[in-house]
Nanobody, 124 residues
Framework: QVQLVESGGGLVQAGGSLRLSCAAS????????MAWFRQGPGKEREFVAA????????LYADSVKGRFTISRDNAKNTVYLQMNNLKPEDTGVYYC?????????????????WGQGTQVTVSS
């Protein structure tokens, strides 16, 4: 099992940047595919980005491609989401997710482990 704790959320103006972190417990972090999802007000939780265990494969939602970067540091058991050129529509609660079985996937149901989320608010 793995426990996930997100941090780094906050309030930022449109065009600004934030870096989210997700710290994972457990000695097998390096074998997990890691992903970020978000849930805006009144919306379904949606996929943002994912990176496989080795870091060699990455997947992004079209809405964030070119603005967001997912990275991982297996030595620190941490995955990051660098968010640049933020837009008001990026507002929401951002969740970290992990799974050992999935390669990389946009599917919410593919991930077994979830953090509690961190709030990101982008003002116009």
């Amino acid at each position: 099992q793995v426990q996930l704790v997100e941090s780094g959320g906050g309030l930022v103006q449109a065009g600004g940047s934030l870096r989210l972190s997700c710290a994972a417990s457990g000695r097998t972090f390096s074998s997990y595919t890691m992903a970020w999802f978000r849930q805006g007000p009144g919306k379904e939780r949606e996929f943002v980005a994912a990176k496989n265990w080795s870091g060699g494969w990455t997947l992004y939602a079209d809405s964030v491609k070119g603005r967001f970067t997912i990275s991982r540091d297996n030595a620190k058991n941490t995955v990051y989401l660098q968010m640049n050129n933020l837009k008001p529509e990026d507002t929401g609660v951002y969740y970290c997710a992990a799974d050992r079985k999935v390669f990389v996937s946009r599917g919410r149901s593919e991930y077994d482990y979830w953090g509690q989320g961190t709030q990101v608010t982008v003002s116009s």
